[in-house]
């Protein structure tokens, strides 16, 4: 273990203590904009191929105010990499989508390493992309998108002697029940939310409905829409945010369709309700 990752892994901590962060947009339909081709190419491939581009989208959003930025690292693990040959770039990918997003946020805002549900579709993928973010020097990580099975293997693997803070991004469908979240807590998760398939209202009774947890936050990342569909605007989320800040959230950003426009909006509500 790296002797800096508890001063990280703290330094996050004490600021969740202190206040809401707000996160950042999305990086896969930003992209998508730019030119990019699902199916053909994955955003992660593009902090090797196209990486200006990456960094430009981070910058966006660390101008409109974002407190962290995720990796574009979503499907950058072994699993999915191999659908596009790209497998042997796992560790150069990983390790600069971290040096693109840290050179937007600097050293007074966090890098949170961002693994998608496909890296545990097999036995120690988490876990080996995770060791590289975190050997990379990423704040923390967020198994963003998984279902409670999926978040639980993740939270399993082994770290190759890392320690890190870990975070619970579940897909927005059946909140988990109650002893779904003592499990996700017990196994080491340190905040739980959701992300993606969920606009603003539902992601709010989501939020609703789940097991009352005490002073442990929460996350919540809702999607705009998807290209070619009606997108759901910044002051949306913004007037949602007095509701989420009572209901104990305290990471807040955007998914599928969000723009830095959202961002500023969420900075400007945070602001406003939790000076």
């Not at 491939?45 to 974002?66: F, K, Y």
Request: proline share 7%; aromatic share 4%; charged share 20%.
């Amino acid at each position: 273990m790296n002797e800096r990752e508890p001063a990280r892994s703290n330094r996050f901590l004490d600021a969740l203590r202190q206040r809401p962060l707000l996160l950042d947009a999305a990086m896969g339909t930003r992209l998508i904009a730019r030119g990019l081709v699902l199916g053909h190419d994955d955003p992660c491939l593009w902090n090797l191929d196209r990486p200006d581009e990456v960094l430009g989208v981070h910058r966006l959003d660390v101008e409109a105010g974002a407190d962290a930025v995720l990796t574009n690292t979503f499907g950058a693990n072994r699993n999915m990499l191999v659908h596009y040959g790209r497998e042997h770039d796992l560790i150069p990918i990983n390790r600069d989508a971290v040096a693109l997003a840290r050179e937007a946020a600097g050293l007074d805002r966090f890098v949170i390493g961002c693994i998608g549900p496909m890296a545990n579709q097999a036995l120690n993928d988490s876990g080996e992309q995770a060791a590289i973010l975190i050997d990379a020097g990423v704040d923390a990580l967020v198994f963003e998108t998984h279902d409670v099975s999926e978040a639980l293997r993740a939270l399993a693997a082994p770290l190759g002697g890392h320690s890190i803070v870990r975070l619970v991004s579940l897909r927005g469908e059946t909140p988990p029940t109650p002893l779904d979240v003592q499990e996700l807590i017990h196994q080491g998760a340190r905040a739980i939310g959701t992300n993606c398939l969920l606009g603003v209202g539902p992601t709010s009774l989501w939020l609703e409905r789940l097991p009352t947890l005490a002073d442990f936050p929460l996350i919540v990342k809702p999607s705009a829409g998807l290209p070619g569909e009606p997108m759901e605007q910044p002051e949306a989320f913004a007037e949602a945010v007095p509701r989420w800040l009572a209901l104990g959230v305290r990471l807040i950003g955007g998914c599928c369709g969000t723009t830095e426009a959202h961002v500023a909006a969420l900075r400007a509500a945070i602001d406003r309700n939790d000076p």
